[in-house]
């Protein structure tokens, strides 16, 4: 158990909405990301951190944000939530010598 | 442009079976190869290969890297209706971040 939680767990929401998805962690690790999951597409990168207020854009970046002021907490947001949005978005933390990430439960986001 | 490809898609098969997983990969400054099963929720950590040719085993599944032919390989024996899940594939290269396959959606019938 890495000690990571995702808040929320389900949330529907409407086109044009903003949302913001939190990934908190237990173990104090630098490296955090955030993926989404889709069908025929598998896991892709959309954001990550390597520290507080250190981030970077992942592959399907465009339409998100990110932010980190604590070691702890990784948000992701949505500024303006679109049907293409619609997705499982997982947070991940690693250990850089280790390379191995671990998950966290996710968060499935449908938007109308 | 850095991929993973995973093979096949999808794998039907019976309890006691062996199955074999394919996994490809061009990416560059490779750094390490990691398979994940992931069930109905989050993905799991299974494996981390980093040199050619020594086998990781874990009870009936063991995985196998060749770094000249850009290829991993995961089997799973002896397969039981527990092993059903969607298998992943993902590449570490000399950033931070992991570059996934779409996996392979294992289906075990009793």
């Known amino acids: 158990d890495a000690g990571i939680t995702q808040s929320p767990r389900h949330k529907v929401t409407e086109t044009g909405t903003p949302v913001t998805l939190r990934c908190h962690q237990t173990?104090?690790?630098?490296?955090m990301y955030w993926y989404r999951q889709d069908p025929g597409h598998g896991l892709r990168l959309i954001h990550y951190?390597?520290?507080?207020?250190?981030?970077d854009k992942g592959e399907v970046s465009d339409g998100y944000s990110v932010s980190r002021s604590k070691t702890e907490d990784f948000l992701l947001t949505l500024e303006s939530a679109t049907s293409s949005q619609t997705s499982v978005y997982f947070c991940?933390?690693?250990?850089?010598?280790?390379?191995?990430?671990?998950f966290g439960e996710g968060s499935r986001l449908t938007v109308l | 442009e850095d991929k993973v490809v995973q093979s096949p898609l999808s794998l039907v098969v019976h309890e006691g079976d062996t199955v074999t997983l394919n996994c490809s990969y061009e990416?560059?400054?490779?750094?390490?190869l990691l398979w994940y099963k992931q069930e109905k929720k989050a993905p799991t950590f299974l494996f981390m290969l980093?040199?050619?040719?020594i086998e990781k085993k874990s009870g009936r599944l063991s995985s196998i890297l060749d770094k000249k032919e850009l290829f991993s390989i995961l089997n799973i024996t002896a397969t039981q209706t527990g092993d059903s899940a969607v298998y992943l594939c993902?590449?570490?290269?000399?950033?931070?971040?992991?570059?996934f396959g779409t996996g392979t959606r294992l289906q075990v019938f009793p």
């Open positions: 991940a933390i690693s250990r850089p010598s280790h390379g191995e990430l671990f």
């Open positions: 173990e104090n690790h630098r490296y």
């Open positions: 951190s390597y520290g507080v207020k250190d981030t």
């Open positions: 990416v560059t400054n490779f750094r390490s």
């Open positions: 980093t040199s050619s040719g």
């Open positions: 993902a590449v570490a290269h000399n950033t931070d971040k992991l570059i």
